[in-house]
């Protein structure tokens, strides 16, 4: 393999790795979530049911703007009880030089105030150790569609590889909390833009 093509795959390698840790980042916040809400129910908003294919969630014409070429992978539901599952979709794009992705974890619940308030607590942790110059703020509903109720944002640039940033953003819809990442190559901002645009149509898909 030539020196360039072996620069290639290291730097892919070390993307791979660090996606992984921020989706286990992810669902270990979830599962938290879920085993140690509050007592009060789902405030208001539509009932969703575990989704039959993770894969529609995010439209091809969004796929094609933000991750082009990306393709989707499933990962088995995990039900902590009847009224609390959790479902981890992602698309991840094949460039070697410039991976781009979204990872997303739907969490389905009874107490999806307190499962939003813990999600947006704990992960944004994670990410102000992972991201420089990480911000965090409130997102008015209307930027994601009439079902969102709640919403934050997080963007920065990864600490550990260069030139790629990160956008991070929690939803809730009526039972469900949507975790969304976005992986770009252009800006935080960049980044924060298209983790807005996929968490809206990721909601707007949801039955």
Partial sequence: MSPAKQGQSRQRWVWIVASVAVVAAVAAGAVFALRDGDSDDAAGGTTYRQQTDECVLVSAAVLTRYVPGATCKRTPSMTINPDEITQTPSWTSDSLTHPTSIQAVLRLV???????????????????????????????????????????????????????????????????????????????????????????????NLR
Avoid: H
């Fill in 110 to 204: 009874s107490k999806s105030p307190s499962a939003y308030s813990r999600a947006k607590a704990s992960l944004v942790d994670v990410y102000q150790q992972q991201l420089t110059g990480a911000v965090t703020a409130d997102v008015a509903t209307a930027e994601l569609g009439p079902l969102a109720q709640e919403a934050f944002v997080v963007s920065g640039a990864s600490k550990s590889i260069p030139g790629r940033s990160d956008g991070r953003i929690v939803v809730r819809a009526g039972n469900a909390v949507v975790d969304i990442v976005v992986t770009d190559w252009t800006s935080a901002a960049g980044a924060e833009a298209a983790a807005k645009a996929v968490a809206a149509d990721f909601i707007s």
